[in-house]
């Protein structure tokens, strides 16, 4: 097999086609199909699902599973990484998880009641190997391309990825409003209409995980293995992963800015993530829509104004963080979110979700952005950027298990999905406050 120099043309871009490849879990799996989907279950009493002996609020289990699996990918990920960059075989993770993930999708679509052991063991998957799979991609960039590509190639993955994500859940849209189109049998009832529907999205499932699989193929075949150092795993290489992380944690002491900033974002990211994940789910079980037709083409609607228009937001945020300086602008944008909180609690038409998604959108790309390109500005002078951009991704999926364990728990409590969303305006404040207590003595 050929190998590509650095900074190739060819390695760059099958480097960033795998982001085509993979996109489509985070648009039809996380954000659109599937909640939806799950929406439709024959759950017991409404929404109750008989599990452990238990029955749980259906958003609730699917909060906890969720909170699992990012918990399992923060306490893997710096050991896994580790070993792979030790023995130089990163492409052979990538795989695994790209193909665990995959197959995970494809097993969505036995997902039943009867069957939700099976069900959630297939989601779960999914979620580990989108995301575990991503911490050997996104490691393969400085190996590459040279820094002054960087930013250019990861641009173009992210643009890749958008729109095959884009087509492909046009087509699913397609399939489930119009499944007769792809020779499914609809009937002549409504109800069997919905059935027909239903099983389009379970196909949906397959196409995801068909599409991630099949993409990826040229990914792998153009990059490279890794540098293979021929040495045996031992236990110090195991943790070494974890010793990195305490160095960073340790250095923090000397470097109050980037010590608070972390603390701030921590909190507020705890907030946005949770929102982000859920928003379909609430969309699908706490609005009011005229029927099963308009609910699947108003929440996938809903998802795709927010992806357009956080393109947008992050534009505008990344002026005015030129303008008015990075810290500001995250305050700014954080009232925004705890103010959203708030609203979300009394929406309950369809248009109402509408300008509460475009809200969501435009503040939703300016925070993510902004977060990452700020923690970047305040690290100190250091050759060991991965150790800690390794600390500020776990940093944030552990905020992650923290905020959706506190929000399923809230919603199986309560029994609605309205007192969790207001319960997460404390992260927001606490995050503002947490922002104003930065240091501005460094140049944003």
Not at 415 to 434: E, K, P
Request: aromatic share 18%; with cysteine; hydrophobic share 50%.
């Amino acid at each position: 097999m050929t190998q590509f120099e650095k900074g190739s043309k060819k390695l760059l871009n099958a480097w960033a086609f795998y982001d085509w490849a993979n996109s489509v879990y985070t648009l039809t799996i996380a954000s659109t199909i599937f909640p939806i989907f799950y929406g439709t279950l024959n759950f017991v009493n409404g929404n109750q699902v008989p599990i452990f002996g238990l029955e749980i609020k259906n958003t609730a289990l699917i909060s906890f599973i969720t909170a699992f699996a990012f918990l399992v990918v923060a306490f893997t990920s710096p050991i896994l990484s580790g070993i792979a960059d030790f023995v130089g075989n990163k492409k052979a993770f990538m795989k695994f998880f790209c193909y665990l993930g995959g197959l995970g999708c494809i097993g969505l679509y036995w997902f039943k009641i009867e069957h939700i052991y099976w069900g959630l063991l297939f989601y779960f998957f999914g979620l580990i190997g989108y995301w575990s799979s991503l911490v050997f991609y996104n490691s393969y960039l400085p190996d590459i391309a040279y820094p002054e590509q960087q930013d250019k190639i990861s641009a173009k993955g992210f643009s890749m990825g958008y729109i095959g994500s884009i087509l492909l859940l046009i087509t699913n849209l397609a399939m489930v409003l119009y499944p007769q189109w792809f020779g499914f049998d609809i009937g002549t009832t409504e109800e069997q209409k919905n059935e027909a529907a239903i099983e389009a999205m379970r196909c949906s499932f397959i196409t995801v995980g068909i599409w991630w699989i099949l993409f990826s193929q040229y990914t792998f075949y153009v990059l490279p293995k890794g540098v293979s150092k021929g040495r045996k795993v031992t236990k110090d290489v195991i943790f070494n992963g974890f010793k990195e992380l305490k160095k960073v944690w340790e250095a923090l002491k000397e470097n109050l800015q980037l010590k608070r900033y972390l603390y701030a974002f921590f909190v507020y990211s705890m907030a946005v993530q949770t929102i982000m994940l859920v928003a379909t789910y609430f969309g699908e079980q706490e609005i009011e829509w005229g029927g099963e037709e308009e609910k699947t083409m108003g929440l996938i609607v809903s998802i795709l104004v927010i992806q357009l228009l956080a393109i947008v937001g992050a534009v505008l945020t990344s002026r005015a963080s030129a303008k008015f300086g990075n810290i500001k602008t995250l305050i700014a944008v954080n009232f925004v979110w705890m103010t959203m909180c708030f609203v979300a609690y009394f929406v309950t038409t369809p248009y109402q979700f509408y300008a509460t998604a475009s809200m969501v959108g435009l503040v939703m790309g300016g925070i993510q952005a902004l977060s990452r390109s700020t923690y970047s500005k305040f690290l100190p002078e250091t050759k060991d950027t991965t150790s800690y951009f390794s600390f500020f991704d776990v940093s944030e999926k552990i905020g992650i298990v923290i905020g959706m364990v506190l929000y399923g728990t809230i919603d199986q409590v309560t029994g609605s999905m309205r007192n969790a969303i207001v319960f997460l305006f404390i992260f927001f404040l606490l995050g503002i406050i947490l922002l104003f207590r930065v240091p501005r003595y460094q140049k944003e």
